[in-house]
T-cell receptor, first 115, second 111 residues
Framework: GAVVSQHPSRVICKSGTSVKIECRSLDFQATTMFWYRQFPKKSLMLMATSNEGSKATYEQGVEKDKFLINHASLTLSTLTVTSAHPEDSSFYIC???????????FGPGTRLTVT | QKEVEQNSGPLSVPEGAIASLNCTYSDRVSQSFFWYRQYSGKSPELIMSIYSNGDKEDGRFTAQLNKASQYVSLLIRDSQPSDSATYLCAVLKAAGNKLTFGGGTRVLVKP
């Protein structure tokens, strides 16, 4: 399957600061990437769909000014959590589709802890 | 009614037995179906995709799709302790490319 990487894998930040998470498709070009968050023992919650060269589409209830998404190239999408608060602590996971099928491949995830 | 429903489990299976997982979906026009495995603390890993009615086999895994009844299942043969994980059913709607996930079924394979 296709390979998707995320960086960093784990980050601890102080309340009020911003954190950027990178998602890269390593062996294919991804016109669309997806950002999810997952709380402990809960299922994945889609936050937004990231489209290369255009604005992201956010799911209902997700603040676009708080979770900034940029998809500047066919292999890179970034999620910036601005003015982070403890309630933003979660597991953030990106996924990408290869475009040749409907399958989506997930990055390894980023565990964010806001203190 | 949730769009994609799964029994949360845990489904306890003795080693070597068959684990049977079920998933139902509400959107009748859904076309693509996926099973992901997620180990604790890790991200989901794609196991199987299925698009047509019937069975699809890949190693010890068999996915079954019945669009008329709106369910998709996953069988794990010769279950191993390493199969202990949460299995997520995901459905791709006909419109758009967003996956809708079920809540997952936790599987425990006991040696």
């Amino acid at each position: 399957g296709a390979v998707v990487s995320q960086h960093p894998s784990r980050v601890i930040c102080k309340s009020g600061t911003s954190v950027k998470i990178e998602c890269r498709s390593l062996d294919f070009q991804a016109t669309t990437m997806f950002w999810y968050r997952q709380f402990p023992k809960k299922s994945l919650m889609l936050m937004a769909t990231s489209n290369e060269g255009s604005k992201a589409t956010y799911e209902q209830g997700v603040e676009k000014d708080k979770f900034l998404i940029n998809h500047a190239s066919l292999t890179l999408s970034t999620l910036t959590v601005t003015s982070a608060h403890p309630e933003d602590s979660s597991f953030y996971i990106c996924s990408a589709g290869s475009g040749t099928s409907y399958e989506q491949y997930f990055g390894p995830g980023t565990r964010l802890t806001v203190t | 009614q949730k769009e994609v429903e799964q029994n949360s489990g845990p489904l306890s299976v003795p080693e070597g037995a068959i684990a049977s997982l079920n998933c139902t979906y509400s959107d009748r026009v859904s076309q693509s179906f996926f099973w992901y495995r997620q180990y604790s603390g890790k991200s989901p890993e794609l196991i199987m995709s299925i698009y047509s009615n019937g069975d699809k086999e890949d190693g010890r895994f068999t996915a079954q799709l019945n669009k008329a009844s709106q369910y998709v299942s996953l069988l794990i043969r010769d279950s191993q302790p390493s199969d202990s994980a949460t299995y997520l059913c995901a459905v791709l709607k006909a419109a758009g490319n967003k996956l809708t996930f079920g809540g997952g079924t936790r599987v425990l394979v006991k040696p």
